[in-house]
């Protein structure tokens, strides 16, 4: 799934990204006080995240599959300390991190309590787990739009994957760790016109497999049909989705 997210990093960044900064502040000052401590955000894409725990004063480490995500990150945070890598084998060693976060990255993990088990595995005695992920599809719009590519493509991936209640939950338990708290977040999705929300929705790794499957044009014009019930009376469009994060300490 890595490789997927490679084809447009600046349309992710730019257009989907700051979608879920309200989910980052929300987790990170749940993680709080962050000054002078090491902090590991893995599946850091385009490194957002990073860049708001830097600005907390956290000393930040990123990981992501994508070598082009992490060129925008770098971009942005040229003194962080970012690796190309898989959540499920972290190359850091144990306990080395006080924070731990993971945005919308562990339910794309091919064994998702494997990669729980990693992010508690470098957190040290007393640190801390934060992940975050969509809260239920009945609270996401653009889910809408995930069941129709789902539908045109198999194993396209599903963002959705951990949202059901307590599964995030029960992975940090089985990973050996103490959950401490949890938060809910709204992060509408609001584009200005349809060829801004294509930009920044056909960047993400479920549609690129989709596109790479079925052909942009089939695709496009799924998502076009789902945009059409979204449409404000000012011509730009907005979905209505809840986020969600968990906090466990180790």
């Given at each position: 799934?890595?490789?997927?997210?490679?084809?447009?990093?600046?349309?992710?960044?730019?257009?989907?990204?700051?979608?879920?900064?309200?989910?980052?502040?929300?987790?990170?000052?749940?993680?709080?006080?962050?000054?002078?401590?090491?902090?590991?955000?893995?599946?850091?894409?385009?490194?957002?995240?990073?860049?708001l725990?830097?600005?907390?004063?956290?000393?930040?480490?990123g990981?992501d599959?994508?070598?082009?995500?992490?060129?925008?990150?770098?971009?942005?945070?040229?003194?962080?300390?970012?690796?190309?890598?898989?959540?499920?084998?972290?190359?850091?060693?144990?306990?080395?991190?006080?924070?731990?976060?993971a945005?919308?990255?562990v339910?794309?993990?091919?064994?998702?309590?494997?990669?729980?088990?990693?992010?508690?595995?470098?957190?040290?005695?007393?640190?801390?787990v934060v992940?975050?992920?969509?809260?239920?599809?009945?609270?996401?719009?653009?889910?809408?739009?995930f069941?129709?590519?789902?539908?045109?493509?198999?194993?396209?991936?599903?963002?959705?994957?951990?949202?059901?209640?307590?599964?995030?939950?029960?992975?940090?338990?089985?990973?050996?760790?103490?959950?401490?708290?949890?938060?809910?977040?709204?992060?509408?999705?609001?584009?200005?016109?349809?060829e801004?929300?294509?930009?920044?929705?056909s960047?993400i790794?479920?549609?690129?497999?989709?596109i790479d499957?079925a052909?942009?044009?089939?695709v496009?014009?799924?998502?076009?049909e789902?945009?059409?019930?979204?449409?404000q009376?000012?011509?730009?469009?907005?979905?209505d989705?809840?986020?969600?994060?968990?906090?466990?300490?180790?």
């Open positions: 799934m890595g490789t997927l997210w490679d084809a447009a990093p600046w349309d992710f960044a730019e257009v989907c990204e700051p979608f879920t900064r309200p989910l980052y502040e929300a987790a990170l000052a749940a993680a709080e006080p962050l000054a002078g401590r090491r902090l590991l955000d893995v599946g850091c894409g385009a490194g957002g995240a990073l860049a725990a830097a600005g907390y004063g956290a000393e930040v480490t990981l599959a994508s070598e082009p995500m992490l060129a925008v990150a770098r971009e942005r945070l040229p003194a962080a300390d970012l690796h190309v890598g898989d959540l499920q084998d972290l190359p850091f060693g144990d306990g080395v991190f006080a924070v731990v976060t945005f919308n990255a339910q794309y993990a091919a064994d998702p309590a494997a990669a729980v088990a990693e992010l508690a595995r470098v957190t040290g005695p007393g640190g801390l992940i975050g992920v969509w809260a239920g599809p009945e609270r996401c719009e653009t889910e809408a739009l069941q129709r590519i789902r539908a045109l493509v198999s194993a396209a991936g599903d963002p959705l994957a951990l949202s059901a209640a307590g599964v995030v939950e029960q992975l940090l338990v089985t990973a050996g760790l103490t959950v401490t708290g949890f938060g809910e977040v709204p992060c509408p999705f609001t584009y200005p016109d349809l801004t929300g294509w930009r920044g929705q960047s790794g479920p549609l690129r497999r989709a499957v052909g942009e044009s089939a496009r014009e799924v998502f076009a789902v945009l059409a019930g979204h449409r009376p000012d011509g730009s469009y907005r979905q989705n809840v986020f969600r994060y968990v906090s466990a300490s180790r």
